[in-house]
T-cell receptor
Framework: DAKTTQPNSMESNEEEPVHLPCNHS???????IHWYRQLPSQGPEYVIH???SNVNNRMASLAIAEDRKSSTLILHRATLRDAAVYYC????????????FGKGTKLTVNP | GAVVSQHPSRVICKSGTSVKIECRSL??????MFWYRQFPKQSLMLMAT?????????EQGVEKDKFLINHASLTLSTLTVTSAHPEDSSFYIC????????????????FGNGTRLTVT
């Protein structure tokens, strides 16, 4: 799977929007962009995924650049419970079933 | 939503003993389950891929005789840490994919809440 690059950490204030960036300049045309997050002492949790178009669900929005070389996970109103490590992962169509985690972005939400 | 149950959540054992960790998909069938290990302040490291009815596929550097994986049914996979030593102390996490939802690139993996293993 192609590599992704994320900032090590970000901070936000409660009830403000948070934009978590992810660079994937070597993405191929069949790579899906997945986001997971891991709260402290828990297993990871699926957040959202997309291919080309922007995606929205009850947890977040995913904005994908037109050239697909970057994407942004948007939390519209951060809460203290959103403090977690957020992982951006590419999954290739027809590729391995394995999910390989990078270092992710540790999000701190200030009250 | 889909739930993966992992048991126990915490276990403390003495060096040299074996520990079994269970991973169950509660409301879906999982032909494939994955086992991860996570050391403090590090990311998840994939240990092995568990396929129902067949032998597990281990990642490079993971000892298959030390980390025994059994996937006897579509809803249960077990990881046994044999002859555990203090360096095996870690957070072990399983995940599973709902086979009804199609290929993994377009469907989420569901994770258990992990097992904190401490070997004394």
């Amino acid at each position: 799977d192609a590599k992704t690059t994320q900032p090590n950490s970000m901070e936000s204030n409660e009830e403000e929007p948070v934009h978590l960036p992810c660079n994937h300049s070597t993405i191929s045309g069949t790579d899906y962009i997945h986001w997971y997050r891991q709260l402290p002492s828990q297993g990871p949790e699926y957040v959202i995924h997309g291919l080309t178009s922007n995606v929205n669900n009850r947890m977040a929005s995913l904005a994908i650049a037109e050239d697909r070389k970057s994407s942004t996970l948007i939390l519209h109103r951060a809460t203290l419970r959103d403090a977690a490590v957020y992982y951006c992962i590419l999954r290739a169509q027809g590729g391995s079933e394995k999910l390989v985690f990078g270092k992710g972005t540790k999000l701190t939400v200030n009250p | 939503g889909a739930v993966v149950s992992q048991h126990p959540s915490r276990v403390i054992c003495k060096s040299g003993t074996s520990v079994k960790i269970e991973c169950r998909s509660l409301d879906f069938q999982a032909t494939t389950m994955f086992w991860y290990r996570q050391f403090p302040k590090q990311s998840l490291m994939l240990m092995a891929t568990s396929n129902e009815g067949s032998k597990a596929t281990y990642e490079q550097g993971v000892e298959k005789d030390k980390f025994l994986i059994n996937h006897a049914s579509l809803t249960l996979s077990t990881l046994t840490v044999t002859s555990a030593h203090p360096e095996d102390s870690s957070f072990y996490i399983c995940s599973a994919r709902n086979r009804e939802l199609g290929r993994s690139y377009n469907s989420p993996l569901h994770f258990g809440n992990g097992t904190r293993l401490t070997v004394t």
